[in-house]
């Protein structure tokens, strides 16, 4: 059975950091593709990132660019979000994703198979 266990949301001022962790169990961790989801009250799930499965390749929603870095450490099956200069409109539930990773990469979340809990991040201004 797939695991996703996000962690590390809080509430946090505008210009702070915050890292999320998302730590897999019960599939090959370095053969999928892992994304990174938010969704705002009110709004839809929107994707934030995504990194292949060896860690060579990530993409990132343009308002974050720049801002937030994923990245992965495969020998603890988990996935990092370094989410940085943080500003009240990322404030969210965010969402780490899976899929099997085919080398093609999509930003829609039903193109993903397992999915977290999720974690809550309140960016104060």
């Known amino acids: 059975q797939v695991q996703l266990v996000e962690s590390g949301g809080g509430l946090v001022q505008a210009g702070d950091s915050l890292r999320l962790s998302c730590t897999a169990s019960?599939?090959?961790?370095?053969?999928?593709?892992m994304a990174w989801f938010r969704q705002a009250p009110g709004k839809e799930r929107e994707f934030v990132s995504i990194i292949n499965g060896d860690g060579s390749i990530t993409s990132y929603l343009r308002s974050v660019k720049g801002r937030f870095t994923s990245t992965r450490d495969n020998a603890k099956s988990t996935v990092y979000l370094q989410m940085n200069s943080l500003k009240p409109e990322d404030t969210a539930d965010y969402y780490c994703?899976?899929?099997?990773?085919?080398?093609?990469?999509?930003?829609?979340?039903?193109?993903?198979?397992?999915w977290g809990q999720g974690t809550q991040v309140t960016v104060s201004s």
């Open positions: 994703a899976s899929t099997w990773d085919t080398g093609s990469y999509y930003s829609t979340p039903n193109s993903y198979d397992y």
């Open positions: 019960g599939h090959t961790f370095n053969r999928y593709a």
